[in-house]
């Protein structure tokens, strides 16, 4: 298969687990409750290029990640979205927003600066959001 992920996405990202077809993870931001899924696909760039199978895959994990930070942190709103335009590889934003967060009601893909978790806040979250996906934390 030869996925890896992007050096960048790693850098920015605590790992949560695995679904069937993404690798989920924890933006490092403690302001946002923020997941990122990435296809396990190598090359993957934009969704109309996966196959049928992992486009239908997608769309249904993107809903449980949805839910399971709508179900983690009761948020208002959730905002997916796939950008690409600084990480080409193919990921998909899940971010749990509230009329109370720092960047409402605009988006936050580049306001401020990210404010990283300390080390047991983010064992927390990721053991939490794990726990509401049914997915065996990777976090070391």
């Known amino acids: 298969m030869n996925f890896a992920l992007h050096p960048r996405l790693a850098a920015d990202t605590l790992p949560i687990g695995d679904l069937p077809l993404c690798r989920v993870l924890l933006l490092n931001d403690r302001r946002f409750a923020w997941m990122v899924l990435v ?11 996966l196959a049928p199978k992992d486009r239908a895959a997608l769309i249904e994990e993107v809903a449980a990640a949805g839910a399971a930070l709508k179900n983690y942190c009761g ?21 749990a927003r509230f009329a109370a967060d720092p960047a409402w009601p605009g988006p936050v893909w580049g306001f401020g600066a990210a404010v990283a978790y300390d080390a047991a806040a983010a064992q927390d979250r990721v053991a939490a959001l794990a726990r509401e996906l049914g997915v065996t934390p990777t976090m070391e």
Do not use: T
């Open 39 to 49: 296809p396990r696909r190598a090359n993957a760039v934009e969704i109309h290029e």
């Open 75 to 95: 948020a208002e709103k959730i905002n997916i979205g796939a950008l690409g335009n600084i990480v080409s590889q193919l990921h998909v934003h899940v971010v």
